[in-house]
């Protein structure tokens, strides 16, 4: 019952390798997002993705490309990893309100990515 | 663009006693408003949140928060804290020209009870 799950849970991985991680939503919502935090807890929004269509691109490197295949997923995978990329990442969602705005955004449990 | 401090980077309360945690924003309309806490194991999950209306919002967990557009504050607080209330608390500010698709998250508020 899971509302927004994000696989895998942790990654370990070595300098220069591409990975991805998996995000999915069953309440839904039209609106996913990608969110990176960092060593001292700090929340930034990576992009978010309304109907499939990118919507937020946060001056990430084009080593990360996000992708969705349809409006319940959200996948982020990540070229030639960097020691900097080690954080945790998570996945939300949300749903357009009438008045054109968004409503809460229901979080993922996280990736915790560590590149050696 | 907008910003959001969160003054203390690290509170520690007595069981029992009344709890403040603050929130300034920065935003040139009228903000839609956020507390989140992230607890280890249990991700991240909304307390509550202010669009419009009553400027005294209620939340989960006895949680409340006050929005004073004077002082742009948007200050949590509990009556009485329990130990299961220990985490990370973030305020957040949701760009309205977006509506809260951008979220903007101050840099978060550890909060630890003792007995």
């Known amino acids: 019952d899971t509302a927004v799950s994000q696989t895998p849970k942790y990654l370990v991985t070595q300098m220069g390798n591409d990975k991805s991680i998996k995000c999915e939503q069953n309440?839904?919502?039209?609106?996913m997002y990608w969110y990176k935090q960092d060593s001292k807890k700090f929340l930034k929004i990576m992009f978010s993705?309304?109907?499939?269509?990118?919507?937020i691109n946060e001056t990430v490197p084009n080593r990360f490309s996000p992708k969705s295949p349809d409006k319940a997923h959200l996948n982020l995978h990540i070229n030639s990893l960097e020691l900097g990329d080690s954080a945790v990442y998570f996945c939300a969602s949300s749903q357009v309100r009438g008045s054109g705005s968004t409503d809460t955004q229901y979080f993922g449990p996280g990736t915790r990515l560590t590149v050696l | 663009a907008q910003s959001v401090t969160q003054p203390d980077i690290h509170i520690t309360v007595s069981e029992g006693a009344s709890l403040e945690l603050r929130c300034n924003y920065s935003y040139g309309a009228t903000p839609y408003l956020f507390w989140y806490v992230q607890s280890p194991g249990q991700g991240i999950q909304l307390l509550l949140k202010?669009?419009?209306?009553?400027?005294l919002v209620q939340g989960i967990k006895g949680f409340e928060a006050e929005f004073k557009r004077s002082q742009s504050s948007f200050n949590l607080r509990k009556p009485s804290v329990h130990w299961s209330d220990a985490a990370e608390y973030f305020c957040a500010v949701g760009d309205t020209n977006f509506g809260n698709e951008k979220l903007t998250f101050g840099t978060g508020t550890r909060l630890t009870i003792i007995p």
């Open positions: 993705y309304n109907n499939k269509e990118l919507i």
């Open positions: 309440l839904g919502h039209d609106t």
């Open positions: 202010y669009f419009s209306g009553d400027t």
